[in-house]
T-cell receptor, first 117, second 117 residues
Framework: GAGVSQSPRYKVAKRGQDVALRCDPI?????LFWYQQALGQGPEFLTY????????KSGLPSDRFFAERPEGSVSTLKIQRTQQEDSAVYLC???????????????FGPGTRLTVT | AQTVTQSQPEMSVQEAETVTLSCTYD???????LFWYKQPPSRQMILVIR??????QNATENRFSVNFQKAAKSFSLKISDSQLGDTAMYFC??????????????FGTGTRLTIIP
């Protein structure tokens, strides 16, 4: 089936604007992750959902960052009052198929490149 | 907290040669997972190979193999018969034992590998 998709692929926001980034995981995947990848760095964990439950949000850098997955499928990462330091690629990954495959294997989307000017 | 270190920011090798990428990690866990991910310039992160810490046998996937040294906390990736399509960023990643809060990946800073024609 289709892989993980993310939209938009590119987003330019003026400092202070709110943005919403969308992730469509692989159908049937229980777990969903958000990572932030700064230029030239490895991805860093932001938050994790199991179905609709947000089990870990320890990586969210501030209370301006909020994520939700209300129906246990599509997820949205919202950043309020964007700052220049929020500029990064935001990656979404899903895992834990209900049948088959390795439960630990995460499949990544193409990412959303956010630039805050 | 777990840490992952990749000490080679950039490497290059001639096509068809063999190259080894280094990774060390730090953890107090006994059971965990290790991964190598490839991120081509298009940015979609792709799993290359995975290793379960309780398995002594080194994982192999076609031209890709690992040298897993648990006592030394070392997890290197060997690419044999390198091809132009192997040009990418390679990230080493750690995941804790199965269970609540351990599903997230901790990444190293990456190694940019260039295959020279």
């Amino acid at each position: 089936g289709a892989g993980v998709s993310q939209s938009p692929r590119y987003k330019v926001a003026k400092r202070g604007q709110d943005v919403a980034l969308r992730c469509d995981p692989i159908s049937g995947h229980v777990s969903l992750f958000w990572y932030q990848q700064a230029l030239g760095q490895g991805p860093e964990f932001l938050t994790y959902f199991q179905n609709e439950a947000q089990l870990d949000k320890s990586g969210l850098p501030s209370d301006r960052f909020f994520a939700e997955r209300p129906e246990g499928s599509v997820s949205t990462l919202k950043i309020q009052r964007t700052q220049q330091e929020d500029s990064a690629v935001y990656l979404c990954a899903s895992s834990s198929p209900t049948s088959g495959g390795h439960k630990d294997e995460q499949y990544f989307g193409p990412g959303t490149r956010l630039t805050v000017t | 907290a777990q840490t992952v270190t990749q000490s080679q920011p950039e490497m290059s090798v001639q096509e068809a040669e063999t190259v080894t990428l280094s990774c060390t990690y730090d953890t107090s866990e006994n059971n965990y997972y290790l991964f190598w991910y490839k991120q081509p310039p298009s940015r979609q992160m792709i799993l290359v190979i995975r290793q379960e810490a309780y398995k002594q046998q080194n994982a192999t996937e076609n031209r890709f193999s690992v040298n897993f040294q648990k006592a030394a906390k070392s997890f290197s990736l060997k690419i044999s018969d390198s091809q132009l399509g192997d040009t990418a960023m390679y990230f080493c990643a750690f995941m804790g034992p199965p269970g609540f809060g351990n599903e997230k990946l901790t990444f190293g800073t990456g190694t940019r590998l260039t295959i020279i024609p």
